[in-house]
Each structure stands twice: as C-alpha cells, then as structure tokens.
C-alpha cells in the first residue's frame, strides 16, 4: 500500500509563509515525480508546483516567485510558500507518480492539508 502523508498546513496572514512536506511510503522502487495540487471550494483542482527526479520544476503562474519546491530524498517533497495570499487559500494535495517494485506505475494522492490565508 503506498501512503502519501501531507503536513504543514494552517492559518496564517496574508503575506506570512507555510512549508508543507509530503512524505511517500510503500513498495516503491522508483520515483518519477512528485508534485503539490491545490483545490479551493467550487473551483477545480489545479497544479501548484511538481518535480520530477531529475530536478526539473514547474509551477503555476500564480504562485512564481513565491512558492519554491524540493525535495531532501527521493521519497519526500516539500512546498516553502512565501508572500501568501487569500487566494492561495485551499486543500493542498501531494501527488507522485511512482514506479513500484512490483513493476507498475501508479499515481497516488495524499489525504490533503487545509492552508488559511487570512486578510
């Protein structure tokens, strides 16, 4: 069974920052990337930054330059937010996309953590 465990999250004001982290666990042979989603009430759920095991970054236009995304292992991500927003106000899911010992790939979400960004 993989598990993706999200931390970090909470209430802040504007213009304060959150470090979320997300840790995979399983029988994972390879991780091919990893990334951070965000969802706010009624609206759809959207990309916020991912990596892939090669280092490479993507974030959405909304939080460049202010959200940076890394990861300390092969198996752990992490989302520093800076500068924040109401409007970064959501869920925030982990993501990976892995590669298991039993030979599939599979993607797999976290159970999601609440960031409050206060006016």
């Known amino acids: 069974q993989v598990q993706l465990v999200e931390s970090g999250g909470g209430l802040v004001q504007a213009g304060g920052s959150l470090r979320l982290s997300c840790a995979a666990s399983?029988?994972?042979?390879?991780?091919?990337?990893m990334g951070w989603y965000r969802q706010a009430p009624g609206k759809q759920r959207e990309l916020v930054a991912s990596?892939?095991?090669?280092?490479?970054t993507t974030y959405a236009d909304s939080v460049k330059g202010r959200f940076t995304i890394s990861g300390d292992n092969a198996t752990t991500v992490y989302l520093q937010m800076n500068s924040l927003k109401p409007e970064d106000t959501a869920v925030y899911y982990c993501?990976?996309?892995?590669?298991?010992?039993?030979?599939?790939?599979?993607?797999?979400w976290g159970q999601g953590t609440q960031v409050t960004v206060s006016s």
């Open positions: 993501n990976a996309n892995l590669y298991m010992v039993a030979r599939v790939n599979i993607a797999s």
């Open positions: 399983g029988s994972i042979f390879r991780v091919n990337a």
């Open positions: 990596i892939t095991s090669g280092g490479s």
